[in-house]
């Protein structure tokens, strides 16, 4: 092969090589940027972005050496990041010294802007931190450390809004407010401490009076409350008590009035009684005396029957004796069945008449007591017929006595109705009274002491 030909295959090769190898290093200088992260890529006129969010997150890393297209660029995180300050040395507005841990929370706004600050994150995590320092140390140089202590929300507000204004600047904003999150005593410091003990002193002071009013308001309180209770207790017992004797007072007098009643009710029932029993006797007289006044029909009826009877036996036997001798036996035997089934149909007709008549007078009691028992106006009636008789029976005896009697009654007064208006007051204390004082009367004068010498018997003086 000629040497020409040598030479071009090597240079050819060569070309190859080189070609694989710029390949391979443009590959090598292809980044692609994190989710988390923005690089900033400066070239020589202009300043991009890659990322998320942004145009493309793809780009090729050329170095800075090469011309026209050498770049320079700057990663920074698009995630929140914190600045801790754990013991930072502040003072308060009388100088005391003291330490305080405050956090604050960042991310990055305009990846561009805190790229034209910084050269690395590291850089600008740093510049943070001198911002945040010195919006701590203005705003706790303006207070007492008591009031810091109790209002420490109100103090991580001043921080955020002290810190504000400069964080456009870095292209940075806060995601929350700064935490003020503790506050110590420096070294041979103890104010921090101080404070603390007069704080626990005062709330243990505060916790013991409180502890003491409520002690005695709850004993004030269970004294009152055995109070109300022991009037309650006094009261219901006064209640009871004049309860119990309103009870007992109307109860005795219901007691009382019960028995009135059933005294007034036996009173009552005993003079039903006594009328019940008045009826009864009068009733039973008058069913008595008609009892006496039928039987004495019956036995009137019964001997006309029987003077019939023997009548119509004798003629039967008459005329029997004018048979012939030869029928004697036959019409003795007739006569004897006729005789019999006389006295039979006799007994039978009596007894019937006498169950009858017995029965009649039973069954008129009866239902006379059932009328008389359920009826008050009937036995009220019975009762005027039987004094009405029972008057007039008197009156007549009375009459009959007064025939044979020589008894002359004589009425001085206006009118015949005032004198003696029933003779039987002769004989009342209302009538002897009236002779006493005739008799008086009559002594008054000659002729009736003459009078009155001649019943007595005694001589007369008159001369």
């Not at 330490?99 to 050269?119: C, E, K, Y």
Request: net charge negative; no cysteine; aromatic share 6%.
């Amino acid at each position: 092969m000629p040497f020409t030909s040598l030479i071009l295959l090597g240079a050819v090769i060569v070309a190859v090589i080189v070609f694989v190898i710029l390949f391979f290093w443009v590959v090598a200088l292809r980044r692609v940027v994190p989710v988390n992260e923005v690089h900033i890529v400066q070239s020589r006129k202009t300043t991009i972005s890659y990322g998320k969010g942004f145009e493309s997150n793809t780009y090729y890393e050329w170095p800075s050496w090469i011309p026209l297209i050498g770049l320079t660029k700057i990663m920074l995180p698009v995630s929140n990041f914190a600045i801790d300050l754990p013991d930072y040395a502040a003072y308060d507005k009388e100088r005391v010294p003291f330490l305080v841990h405050v956090m604050a929370f960042f991310r990055i706004s305009d990846s561009n802007t805190a790229a034209q600050r910084v050269a690395s994150f590291d850089e600008l995590q740093h510049q943070l931190t001198s911002i945040v320092q010195g919006a701590v140390r203005t705003v706790l140089a303006g207070h007492e450390i008591d009031q810091i202590m109790l209002d420490r929300s109100r103090f991580g507000e001043a921080f955020t809004k002290e810190v504000q204004p400069q964080l456009g600047s870095w292209g940075v904003e806060a995601i929350k407010n700064i935490e003020l999150m503790d506050i110590r005593d420096s070294k041979e410091s103890e104010v921090i401490h101080n404070i603390m003990a007069k704080r626990t002193s005062g709330i243990e002071r505060e916790s013991r009076l409180v502890v003491a009013d409520n002690t005695r308001q709850a004993e004030m309180a269970e004294i009152a409350a055995k109070r109300e209770i022991e009037m309650a207790r006094q009261l219901a017992a006064e209640q009871v008590g004049l309860r119990t004797a309103e009870k007992d007072k109307n109860v005795g007098v219901a007691n009382e009035q019960a028995s009135q009643q059933v005294k007034v009710q036996q009173r009552e029932t005993a003079a039903k009684e006594m009328d019940v029993v008045q009826v009864k006797n009068v009733r039973g007289a008058e069913i008595s005396k008609e009892v006496a006044v039928i039987a004495a029909g019956q036995a009137k009826e019964v001997a006309i029957v029987d003077a019939e009877a023997t009548k119509q036996v004798a003629i039967v036997e008459a005329e029997g004796n004018k048979q012939q001798t030869v029928l004697t036996a036959e019409g003795k035997l007739e006569a004897a069945k006729r005789n019999a089934e006389g006295i039979a149909v006799e007994g039978t007709a009596r007894g019937s008449a006498e169950t009858a008549i017995l029965m009649a007078p039973v069954d008129a009691q009866i239902k006379l007591a059932e009328k008389i028992g359920s009826d008050k106006g009937y036995q009220d009636y019975l009762l005027g017929i039987r004094n009405i008789e029972a008057t007039q029976a008197v009156g007549q005896a009375q009459a009959e006595a007064l025939k044979t009697a020589q008894v002359k009654v004589i009425a001085n007064a206006g009118t015949p109705g005032k004198g003696l208006a029933n003779v039987m007051d002769l004989f009342s204390a209302g009538g002897g009274t009236a002779v006493a004082s005739m008799l008086e009367g009559l002594a008054q004068s000659e002729e009736g002491r003459r009078l009155l010498d001649k019943f007595t018997n005694k001589p007369d003086n008159t001369p």
